[in-house]
């Protein structure tokens, strides 16, 4: 395919323009369909991507995860690979529905107001309105998504896989349906898994209530934080040990206001350390009390409704919002003498992970799915290595959910969603079938002869994480679920299982683990091989960014102030894996300045005129050096991935072209102002900056193309992500080691001409009292280059005067200029010798101090020491210098 850009080297901008060129090269790589994969020969590489909510729009959250898959995706692709990365949506039942009902309120339209097909009309066209919204925003970033392939989990086709998976696994026993206590958001009104409730330590209240005993003048005192469901209670307990109330075993305590008698009983659960060592049991409002209820054969009475509201079964308040109710049964309660005393405590409280409500405990009959099952294999898999979280921290917590799971409550009271395949008879029997058709035949099994009107269709959907725990297998072949593998299409054979997820830590049970368990109950085989977890993007103050803080910048005015580049260099330039990204919009005015020092890196060397004249010998070592520490930064950074260690792969090939590239090659080679370069030389640039461009690629996509389409030859590639990846040539150690040596040289060169005020220009001899002047030798001609020495001599003899450089074990010594005040010299340098005296003195008393040696942690006790060996080089440096001085 060839690009319909063509570049002369006069069309070559002065500055780099990131706005229209990443607007231009997204449209390029679209024409030319660079993403799109079909199944062929080469080893697949497959992502597929956390399909965000259809609700959503972009954040930081979205752009650093989006980021680390396109740089995976676009490697993989330079290293020969097919790959294909499928985007996708999730239609987030609870969010969606949420977003749709407030539309209708601001439009006047209550939901209630509707039937449901009418309802999801509604839906649907919100939908259609505002579900792209988000993957065009993605397309900004560079995302290499395979466009063609993008799936929504209410698709046709995927509804229909839901569908199949919960027919199959109730056939087999592992769907059930059943009255159990459940977390309920009464602000959604609907059921939540465990996973999907976000437990907050806020300030709270432990109230002291007395019960009276009937028939006795003695009372009981409770200690509880949810006074509200005191006109629930069915029982009080306590442990059958403790001495303080064995007496009152048995007998019947009254629920206060309401006057209800209920029985005192004893159990082991009661911690008798806490509160006041009774426990008031509420069977329809706490998980625990609920199976106290169920061993102790307790009536259930539930008090507050789906709603959030006291029942009729309050007898109180009915009608009324518990919060509210809260308030005004402690003033009841207090007037009636009821309220021993109240404490400040903090608790842990559970609340919506979608609408921030508090959770009510609940008993509801719903839909489960058994776990345990499924739950062993995937965590085998996981504890093997089968499939690989990065960082291998996360295994601890894998492993402590797994060994933990509970049945998944998959039930949700809501319209927005696949529905629920069971169907009901006027008497409540119901059978699972796929259509109504269906659902008539399996109750004639029964011996039940019935017509369609007399049916009715469980009115719940199916929770969201039930569609996307299918995702790395139905977006390939949705009829997969119910075929054998030998059906499968030729998608599924050829990508799945996938190589790599990207994802969050906070979904590591929601999304990932099911997937496994998905992976390995309908395909026998895992869903990926690695699993990368990201941080949290906070801000400066470390807080976690969201829109209610109004402390998350706009991703999309950021790409358009720094360029989609300058973002994603921003983005991961900080985020190791597993570890929070403190976030500052600093990084990508860095990652901007970085593709600018690339560019105008590129434009240097474009501007150079060539002769044929032999090469200076400056530039053949520079050359020889930069290609031995190109490929030993080729080594590293290959290993940095394989460890998936992507941060600092950034920062290893950041550093490459920033100091290496740029600071020391180019400024080795750069001839004379208005001067010809010699050819080689420039070829050899030009080559390097193509292996750099091919390294780079994967992170800065957009300059790199711009770059590459000026730089590249009839050979290569005429898109830069079809090159392949640079390869990795031999190494030569000695030679890195040996011009390491002389940039310290240069450096302290360099040093010496800041502090003394000597300008750059300014030529200077150089002598060298060295213990192997063979090492200096091979890089001579870049030492006087880049220090601006006119002369440098090997010499065990110093001049006198002179200024002293220390460098490793060579000694280096400057000539004094007339233009240096030598005696103003000798009081710095006396100064600065009593400052370091002084420090040695400090560090000495604290390393003398043997309380401190055997208290202070070993890693502080060897930063003391190396102080002490530093300074006392520094003075070692100072003294001999002012002695030379003297002499």
């Known amino acids: 395919m060839q690009p319909s850009l063509e570049h002369t080297s006069m069309e070559l901008p002065i500055k780099y323009n990131p706005n229209t060129t990443e607007d231009k090269w997204y449209a390029e790589w679209l024409k030319n369909n660079l993403f799109h994969s079909e199944p062929d020969s080469r080893p697949s590489f497959t992502i597929v991507i956390p399909p965000p909510n259809v609700t959503g729009v972009l954040h930081m959250g979205h752009m650093l995860n989006n980021t680390i898959q396109d740089v995976l995706i676009r490697r993989a692709r330079m290293q020969g690979k097919n790959t294909c990365w499928v985007p996708g949506t999730d239609h987030a039942s609870i969010a969606t529905e949420a977003k749709v009902v407030a539309k209708l309120k601001a439009d006047g339209i209550e939901k209630a107001s509707l039937s449901r097909d009418e309802f999801l009309s509604h839906a649907w066209q919100w939908k259609e309105k505002h579900g792209g919204i988000i993957l065009e925003q993605l397309k900004k970033l560079g995302a ?57 330590e806020n300030p709270g209240k432990l109230f002291y209530v007395v019960y009276s005993i009937a028939n006795s003048e003695k009372t009981i005192t409770i200690a509880t934080t949810r006074p509200e469901t005191i006109l629930g209670d069915t029982a009080i307990c306590v442990h059958p040990d403790d001495s303080r109330f064995s007496e009152l075993v048995g007998q019947k305590a009254i629920v206060p206001l309401i ?12 911690d008798m350390t806490f509160g006041t060592g009774a426990l008031k049991i509420t069977p329809a409002h706490d998980i625990n009390d609920y199976h106290l209820g169920i061993k102790h054969k307790l009536p259930v009475i539930d008090v507050i409704s789906a709603d959030g509201k006291m029942s009729e079964a309050a007898q109180l308040f009915v009608g009324e919002d518990r919060f509210v109710v809260r308030k005004k049964i402690i003033k009841e309660l207090d007037s009636n003498e009821k309220l021993l005393k109240i404490e400040e405590i903090i608790n842990k409280v559970g609340h919506s992970e979608r609408t921030d409500a508090v959770i009510e405990p609940r008993l509801s009959l719903q839909w489960f799915v058994k776990m345990q099952e499924m739950a062993q294999p995937a965590l085998k898999a996981v504890l093997d290595g089968e499939v690989q979280l990065h960082p291998a921290k996360f295994v601890n917590t894998y492993k402590h959910w797994m060994e933990n799971v509970k049945d998944w409550c998959i039930s949700r009271q809501l319209w927005w969603g696949q529905r629920i395949p069971a169907w009901y008879d006027k008497e409540g029997d119901f059978v699972v079938a796929s259509s109504a058709d269906e659902a008539l035949s399996k109750f004639k099994d029964l011996g039940k002869s019935l017509e369609v009107s007399e049916l009715s269709q469980d009115e719940d959907v199916l929770d969201t994480w039930f569609s996307s ?19 499968w299409n030729a998608d599924l054979k050829y990508y799945y299982p996938t190589q790599d997820l990207v994802t969050a830590p906070e979904i590591l049970f929601f999304w990932v683990a099911r997937m496994i368990m998905a992976g390995i109950t309908f395909c026998d085989e895992v869903p990926f091989k690695n699993v990368y977890l990201t941080g949290i993007v906070r801000d400066k103050l470390g807080r976690k960014m969201s829109k209610s803080l109004g402390n998350s910048p706009d991703p999309i005015d950021l790409i358009n102030k720094y360029g989609a580049d300058g973002v994603r260099l921003g983005m991961l330039l900080t985020s190791p894996a597993g570890n929070d990204l403190p976030f500052d919009e600093s990084l990508c ?11 105008n890196a590129f434009r240097l060397i474009n501007s150079w005129e060539v002769t044929d004249t032999p090469a200076e010998k400056a530039s053949e070592e520079a050359v020889a050096w930069f290609f031995s520490k190109l490929q030993d930064e080729k080594l590293r950074i290959e290993d940095l991935f394989s460890k998936y260690r992507i941060s600092e792969a950034l920062m290893a090939l950041y550093k490459l072209v920033w100091d290496d590239y740029c600071a020391w090659f180019l400024e080795a080679i750069k001839p004379a102002y208005q001067h010809p370069i010699n050819e080689s030389t420039k070829i050899a640039a030009q080559d390097f900056m193509k292996d750099l461009l091919r390294m780079l690629h994967p992170f800065v996509p957009f300059i790199t193309e711009e770059i590459w389409s000026f730089l590249k030859s009839d050979e290569d590639a005429q898109f830069i992500l079809n090159e392949s990846e640079a390869v990795v ?22 040093n010496f001409r800041n502090e003394k005020g000597i300008s750059p220009k300014e030529s200077i001899t150089l002598y060298c009292r060295s213990r192997n002047d063979e090492r200096m030798i091979p890089f001579q001609a870049s030492l006087m280059k880049l220090a601006n020495i006119d002369e440098l001599v090997f010499s065990q003899e110093k001049p006198e005067p002179s200024f002293m450089l220390v460098i490793r074990t060579d000694e280096f010594f400057i000539p004094v200029a007339n233009a240096v005040d030598i005696e103003a010299e000798k009081t710095k340098l006396a100064s600065e010798l009593d400052y370091l005296k002084g420090f040695l003195n400090s560090v000495g008393k604290k390393l003398s101090n043997e309380k401190f040696i055997a208290n202070a942690k070993p890693e502080i006790i060897a930063n003391e020491r190396k102080k002490e060996a530093d300074t006392l080089q520094k003075i070692n440096m100072i003294e001999k210098q002012l002695k030379g001085f003297l002499e």
């Open 144 to 200: 290499a998504c395979d466009w063609e392939r993008t799936k929504f989990t209410m698709d046709p086709e995927m509804s229909k896989a839901v569908i199949d998976t919960f027919i199959k696994l109730y056939n087999e026993g592992l769907i059930y349906r059943g009255v159990r206590m459940i977390n309920w958001d009464p602000s959604a009104q609907t059921a939540l898994s465990d996973e999907e409730v976000i437990y907050k």
């Open 259 to 270: 006057n209800r008698e209920i029985p005192i009983i004893a159990d082991e659960y009661v």
């Open 469 to 487: 725990w299918l995702w790395p297998i139905t977006v390939f072949d949705a009829d997969a679920i119910s075929k054998p593998k030998s059906e």
């Open 589 to 599: 005015e860095q990652g901007r300045n970085f593709n600018n020092k690339l560019w």
């Open 729 to 750: 040539k031999e190494v030569d150690p000695t030679v890195l080691t040996q011009f390491e040596l002389i940039r310290e040289t240069v450096s302290a060169v360099r």
